[in-house]
């Protein structure tokens, strides 16, 4: 079995700042690419932040020079800076990773932490 368990979420003001984590326990082969998403009340979940397993990184317009994905692969862990947060950035933001379990890639979605940003 393997978790994807999310942290860091919370309550800021428009201007301020989060760090969002993410980890993978189990029983992990390797971990390939691992993203972000975010779902806004009453809106589809949309992808907010990819990183592929060489570090390539890619960015929703909306979140380009504010947010920053990185990785940690010894401690299967990926992390979303997020600076001059928007009332508009909150959300439930989830963490997604495709893992290879025993030698087959699956994607793996965690619970979800919640990000709200006051005005």
């Known amino acids: 079995q393997v978790q994807l368990v999310e942290s860091g979420g919370g309550l800021v003001q428009a201007g301020g700042s989060l760090r969002l984590s993410c980890a993978a326990s189990?029983?992990?082969?390797?971990?390939?690419?691992m993203n972000w998403h975010r779902q806004a009340p009453g809106k589809q979940r949309e992808l907010v932040a990819f990183?592929?397993?060489?570090?390539?990184?890619n960015y929703a317009d909306s979140v380009k020079g504010r947010f920053t994905i990185s990785r940690d692969n010894a401690k299967n862990t990926v992390f979303l800076q997020m600076n001059t947060l928007k009332p508009e950035d909150t959300g439930g933001y989830y963490c997604?990773?495709?893992?290879?379990?025993?030698?087959?890639?699956?994607?793996?979605w965690g619970q979800g932490t919640q990000v709200t940003v006051s005005s």
């Open positions: 997604n990773a495709q893992i290879k379990v025993g030698g087959i890639p699956r994607e793996y």
């Open positions: 189990g029983s992990i082969g390797s971990m390939l690419a």
């Open positions: 990183i592929t397993s060489s570090g390539r990184t």
